[in-house]
């Protein structure tokens, strides 16, 4: 089993950035895929961003590609996202998941493991 933890969260204005951090438990952290998701208020958790076990491949949202960055370090247990130019629309809680294939999936049901969340605010 894998356990998350989200980090980094908080408010910013737009144009601004955070980095999240996922930190995670397990030996077997290297060999899963990981991956973003977000859920803002009255909304459907969607898909933002993942990483396969060796960070060779990543996958973004179109909302998001160009502006964030999803990265891993196997050595810590921890994968990140870089989120630059932010925009109110990306408010939202933030949620770190575990792929156990290692592949990396834009739909949640192929993760295991979640996170309890990071909010991030951005004001206009």
């Known amino acids: 089993q894998v356990r998350m933890v989200e980090s980094g969260g908080g408010l910013v204005q737009a144009g601004g950035s955070l980095r999240l951090s996922c930190a995670a438990s397990g030996r077997t952290f290297s060999s899963y895929a990981m991956g973003w998701f977000r859920q803002a208020p009255g909304k459907e958790r969607d898909f933002v961003a993942a990483i396969n076990w060796s960070g060779r491949s990543t996958y973004y949202a179109d909302s998001v590609k160009g502006r964030f960055a999803i990265s891993r370090d196997n050595a810590k247990n921890t994968v990140y996202l870089q989120m630059n130019s932010l925009k109110p629309e990306d408010t939202a809680v933030y949620y770190c998941?575990?792929?156990?294939?290692?592949?990396?999936?834009?739909?949640?049901?192929?993760?295991?493991?979640w996170g309890q969340g990071t909010q991030v605010t951005v004001s206009s």
């Open positions: 998941a575990a792929d156990p294939s290692g592949l990396g999936y834009v739909v949640e049901e192929k993760y295991d493991y």
